[in-house]
């Protein structure tokens, strides 16, 4: 099955950066996939922060992250980053590595944002960001 396994989590005082690391596990080498990383507070909103096209490498951050926040993937391992960069007290949050076959088919950038979209997650990996 399906198995997403995320690291590099940690503490970091603000302005400072992580770059997160996620492993992915018995997706079908021939297809496409969307991958993800959003993350949570406790009684907040889950935030889709960026997403990936495995096929075309097409990218998407919301507003929120854009020109900090870097997604990334290294095929042959089968492994996603983000790079985060500029990091702010209230991005302190678990951070989840996600992903869904994609096919054929292109998401908009709404739709590769929203964590209902994708199937398999992993664990969480926690950031906090001190002031």
């Known amino acids: 099955q399906v198995q997403l396994v995320e690291s590099g989590g940690g503490s970091v005082q603000a302005g400072g950066s992580l770059r997160l690391s996620c492993v992915a596990s018995g997706l079908l080498s021939d297809s496409a996939y969307y991958l993800a990383w959003f993350r949570q507070a406790p009684g907040k909103e889950r935030e889709g922060i960026a997403s990936i096209h495995t096929g075309d490498n097409s990218q998407f951050y919301p507003d929120s992250v854009k020109g900090r926040f870097t997604i990334s993937q290294d095929s042959p391992k089968n492994t996603v980053y983000l790079q985060m960069n500029s990091l702010q007290p209230d991005e302190t949050a678990m951070y989840y590595c996600?992903?869904?076959?994609?096919?054929?088919?292109?998401?908009?950038?709404?739709?590769?944002?929203?964590?209902?979209?994708?199937?398999?997650w992993g664990q969480g990996t926690q950031v906090t960001v001190s002031s």
């Open positions: 996600a992903a869904r076959f994609a096919g054929f088919a292109r998401l908009t950038q709404t739709q590769a944002l929203t964590g209902s979209w994708y199937k398999y």
